[in-house]
């Protein structure tokens, strides 16, 4: 059960870090 927040938690950081590096590139264009 733990290993289920766990690895939400990994996605959903990886998610928003993809998110912001995408948003930074597109506003140094």
């Known amino acids: 059960m733990w290993k289920k927040g766990v690895l939400y938690s990994l996605?959903?950081?990886?998610w928003k870090t993809c998110t912001c590096g995408w948003r930074r590139g597109q506003r140094e264009e």
């Open 11 to 14: 996605v959903s950081l990886a």
